[in-house]
Structure formats: C-alpha cells, structure tokens
C-alpha cells in the first residue's frame, strides 16, 4: 500500500478508498475514485460518496483534491468547477485526533496547514501545555459550520501565532490567474491586541481584521484579491492574551 501523491494534505479529501470507476471514451481511460465519508460520525447526517478524478504520470495515479469539477460524459473528459473551493482541509475534517497526537502515526500540525508559535507554549506531542491546534465542535457549533472540528487558536499564556496554507498549481489543476474570494466562518472572544485574516500574492498584502467579540459564528471574506502566477498563501495572525480563543472554520478560497 502507498499514499498516492495529491492526497496528504486533507487525507483525500476526508474520505476513505471506496472503489474506482474507469469511463472508457474514444480510445481513452478517465479513472474516477470514489471514497466515502462517515459523516454521521461527525454529527451532520449518514455517510455520503465522494468522487474525484484521477490523473496518471504513466501509471502513476495523482489524487485531484477539488470540491467541484465536470466530467462530459461523452468524451469522458472532466474540468475543475468554476466555484471550487482550493483551500486544502478548509474545514478541519481530515485530522481525526486532537492535534499535536502523539497516537500513531504520531503528528504535531494539521494536515494542510503550518502553525507557528512565535509566543507561547510551543507545539509538543507529550507536553500538556502544548496548545491544543484543533477544536471539537459541540451540537450547536454544526448547526452553525461544516463537521465535528475546526481551527483553535488559543494558549494558556500571552501568545502569538500565525497559521499559514500555501496554495499553487498542482501538475494536473491550475490555479489560474484571477480575482478571488477568501471566506471564513469564525467565533472568538475579546482579549487579542491583533487578529486578522490574511492573503499574500507575493507583491501584495491582502487582511481582514477582526476587531470586536464574535460569541457566535460570523461570516468574514476578503474579496477582490488577485492571484498571479499560479500561488497564494492564506493565514491567520493571532496576538493574544491567556486564554483568549479564535475558532475558525469552512475557509474557501473561490474564483470570482
């Protein structure tokens, strides 16, 4: 068995290998996977299908991590969806134990995302003041968001922190040049000197600060931002005082 290549950030994409369908048009293979998701688990219904297609460097396969996409069913050729989501784990599902774990196999960040504690207790797989990166969601919370975690962002001392994602091109789905949308559903508390949300295309600085108390899940984007050659990289900053708390959740990152 081999972890096929595309699929380690978000665990394909929160679904275990159910089977593969080949459609066979015009001399040619187009390979569907089909994994399914035990969504019940996470409190939001029974478990449900998840399709992708695959791409092959010879018979190498390569996972396509996409929220939508088109398959022509006459040719068997398919396309990335016009409102796919390229965030990679943008709702938190793929981690299945409280993060840092030190379970087999034994993991220190999330899967898509890079934490880094510039102030705080520092990440560790056997310290119990490590910070714990994610949050189980209650009943009430996934009435409100997508699943059973999402983004923490707390410490028990005075903390900074930044949680960043780097999104590109993959060798087979292109991350076209652009405008597009960073959306996020986030709650927090009261005690941050600064809290924001954040893009980088390179040359320019993209943010949304957060500036009062969130009790309840709140919608936050930043539109208009413009992609260049086939990169970005979205983040959080939190500069916060013990036991402040930021959670975050379904982030999208969505072409105008």
Known sequence: MQIMEGSAEDYAHVTQTGFFYT???????????CGDRWSDFAGNGLGYNQWFPLSFNGSKPYFNSLSSWNLDEKTGDW????DNNYVKNGSFEADRNKIPSN????????????TEIIKGNKISTTDANSPQLNYFNTENDRKEVIGEKSLNITDKVDFTRVITQQISSS?????????YT??????????????KIYANTGDVDYKFNIETEN????????PNIAVKNGKITIGFFAD???NAFCLVDDVTLVKK
């Not at 066979?24 to 996977?33: A, H, Q, S």
């Not at 379970?103 to 890079?114: N, T, V």
């Open 23 to 33: 459609i066979k048009r015009n001399g040619k293979e187009t390979v569907i996977y």
């Open 79 to 82: 396309t990335v969806g016009t």
């Open 103 to 114: 379970f087999k196999p034994i993991q220190e960040q999330l899967l898509g995302w890079k």
């Open 171 to 179: 060798p087979y789905v292109i991350l076209e040049d652009g405008i």
């Open 182 to 195: 960073l959306t996020a559903r986030i709650k927090n508390s009261k005690g941050f000197n600064e809290l």
């Open 215 to 222: 009790s309840s899940w709140t919608s936050i984007q930043i």
């Open 240 to 242: 916060g005082m013990a």
